[in-house]
């Protein structure tokens, strides 16, 4: 269905777009009896770039992507009641852009001689145009970013991978959960029951579909097995399709459906969920199920429960919850810390994004690791191992890595890859080839946090296959927010350990020893303690590659919360055999927060607190001094 159809009736245009809403019933039926509607199939375009702006457009139904000829990615998602080409069209200036059909669509089309005319005849037309042009430029202006950051989806179609069916009792747990959302499910009963007779390409059916979506908070189709009528239908009106997949990758063709929602749907618009019988932190196989349906992301649920259905279902409607983790160094375990704190409240999270130590902090929550197995994790990596204290001939770095290495593929599997986590994850590093942010989002586990911690100077970078030198993520990017909105919409908990205010050091610079006067300072422990009190060398490495870091600016949305636990001024980034007390430390200082927080009605930490619901009593006090000076008693409780 494409081109322009006749004159459009304007009972059949919602007198709820803003358009009209100035215009009496008289002025709303001349302005559409000017235009004519034009049907689109997804994928047509509908404009081209630096093509003429002798027409302007409103979209009646459906959805349209804005895009440059040199950039794919999507300027801006136009929907119903929205204006199309205003800018070009009065500017009279060549399109800036394509404009291409995301969905079945359908536009009025006025084009500048019945623009002239009309405005002749209803003057009050032009006003209302030009007021909905002002509107645009205010909405843009107020959605400035420097950040792309994932829409929500407002339909999804529903369809078999493989050859495997689902699990019937998958099928009814999503959909009664999606429905308990408030989303609307359709299928082919109930689209025949609703129209008999009537082909899928009808305008009625088409204007009803496209009317729900304006309502319903999300649609989702149903498809089929087959690639029947109906399921491609399905496919077409989606804003992301959603892989149904059972056991292992088949090696056969890809099925029918599957090849025309790959044809429909790039990558990015895809989303694969593998459904399991039990949950585990690691499975196997998930790679072969990508390279066969190459999805932006992928979803491992269990048939036990109930946690990783709804955990779905979060992720389709927008309100998956995020950990954002930074790096510091020996201040990791305060991200364990602060998980536990949550976890006790029920809080469950659905996605993980880390830098340098937060990678491998994160890493672990993805494989459904508690805070008490980080914890240990974290004293066989950076204590048992020693792997900062091994210090090499200094050709590739000053610390020998391989104890590093060892003790990462110990801790996390050798063969785990990301795609085989339980929960979705990314480890940030910067990569020096391209001087670009790398967000890690496939590969061996242990490699992408090696990768993600490599600090410049002390650790020799990570060569990829393909090349590539990747050193530790905090270069770039040390609270990688702005990448955990560009996978998924909701809320995030950000956990950082950087301070906006000023740090000033009480040091004179004339006392800084020379090279015989520091080693005799350091063979002689009474000499030692004479030494000024500055920060080390790796502490003045860090902050050199963190000082670009804003804390005060981060990229934060209404529903992302920050929290930044403080320690004793004597705990050094390094200090790895210290992690038990930053542990502590963090832990019972959240529990506190987080109380606060919620008696404050603070809307993010509600909206988190809303994953779970169930709170876990872990029976410890929280006592101010508990916080800042915990003693092992204090210690020993928490194990």
């Not at 420097?146 to 019937?168: D, F, H, M, N, W």
Request: charged fraction near 20%; hydrophobic fraction near 45%.
């Amino acid at each position: 269905m494409s081109g322009p159809s006749s004159t459009v009736a304007w009972e059949n245009v919602s007198e709820d777009f803003a358009l009209f809403r100035t215009l009496s019933s008289e002025q709303r039926l001349k302005a559409f009896s000017a235009m004519v509607r034009q049907d689109l199939v997804r994928g047509q375009l509908l404009v081209a770039q630096g093509g003429p702006s002798d027409s302007l457009f409103m979209v009646l139904h459906g959805a349209l992507a804005v895009r440059r000829t040199d950039d794919p990615a999507p300027i801006a998602e136009l929907r119903a009641g929205e204006l199309v080409g205003e800018i070009g069209f009065f500017a009279n200036v060549p399109r800036t852009a394509d404009v291409i059909a995301i969905r079945d669509t359908s536009v009025l089309v006025l084009t500048r001689a019945a623009y002239q005319k009309l405005a002749e005849d209803a003057p009050a037309i032009v006003e209302a145009l030009l007021a909905a042009l002002a509107r645009r430029l205010a909405e843009q202006t107020a959605r400035l970013t420097t950040i792309r950051a994932l829409p929500k989806a407002r339909t999804v179609a529903l369809i078999q991978g493989g050859c495997e069916p689902s699990p019937i009792a998958y099928d009814r747990a999503l959909l009664d959960g999606l429905a308990a959302t408030g989303a609307e499910i359709v299928d082919s009963a109930r689209i025949n029951t609703m129209f008999p007779g009537r082909t899928l390409d009808a305008s009625e059916v088409t204007d009803w579909l496209n009317k729900i979506e304006q309502i319903a908070p999300l649609v989702v189709y149903l498809g089929s097995r087959e690639a029947s009528a109906w399921t491609r239908k399905s496919i077409r009106q989606a804003d992301i399709v959603v892989f149904a997949c059972r056991g292992n990758a088949p090696a056969a063709a890809l099925t029918d459906v599957e090849a025309f929602a790959c044809e429909v749907h790039p990558a990015p618009a895809r989303r694969l969920v593998r459904i399991h019988d039990r949950r585990s932190g690691e499975v196997s196989g998930t790679t072969a199920w990508l390279a066969r349906l190459p999805s932006f992301m992928h979803h491992h649920v269990a048939l036990e429960d109930r946690l990783d259905i709804d955990r779905l279902i979060r992720f389709l409607s927008g309100r998956a919850v995020g950990f954002v983790a930074a790096g510091g160094g020996s201040f990791g375990t305060a991200h364990v810390g602060i998980y536990k704190a949550f976890r006790e409240r029920g809080v469950i999270f659905d996605s993980f994004v880390g830098t340098s130590v937060g990678s491998a902090m994160a890493a672990g929550f993805a494989k459904n690791l508690e805070a008490e197995d980080l914890e240990r994790g974290t004293h066989e990596i950076f204590v048992r191992s020693r792997s900062f204290r091994r210090p090499t001939w200094p050709r590739y770095a000053l610390l020998d890595h391989k104890a590093f290495d060892r003790a990462l593929a110990d801790q996390y599997g050798s063969d785990c890859r990301i795609e085989d986590c339980w929960r979705p994850f990314a480890a940030v590093a910067t990569n020096l080839s391209t001087h670009n942010l790398e967000l890690i989002r496939t590969g061996l586990l242990w490699q992408a946090v090696r990768a993600s911690s490599a600090i410049p100077g002390l650790l020799p970078p990570f060569y990829t296959p393909e090349g590539a030198m990747l050193v530790d993520g905090c270069l770039i990017d040390n609270v990688p927010l702005a990448p955990m909105h560009q996978l998924k919409s909701g809320p995030n908990l950000v956990v950082h350990f950087g301070d906006p205010a000023a740090e000033m050091f009480d040091v004179e610079y004339a006392a800084l020893p020379g090279r015989l006067e520091l080693a005799a300072a350091m063979l002689m422990p009474f000499r030692k303690k004479l030494l000024p009190a500055a920060p080390s060398a790796v502490n003045v490495l860090w902050r050199s590659l963190v000082a670009h870091q804003r804390y005060d600016t981060l990229p934060t949305a209404p529903l992302d919360h920050v929290m930044r636990p403080s320690f004793p001024p004597d705990f050094g980034v390094t200090e790895f055999e210290r992690h038990t007390e930053v542990f502590c430390a963090s832990y019972l200082w959240a529990r506190q927060a987080i109380a606060r927080l919620e008696a404050e009605g603070n809307p993010a930490i509600t909206a988190i607190l809303a994953s779970g619901g169930r709170r876990i009593e872990s029976g410890l006090p929280a006592t101010p001094d508990m916080l800042l000076n915990p003693t092992n008693e204090d210690l020993s409780l928490i194990h």
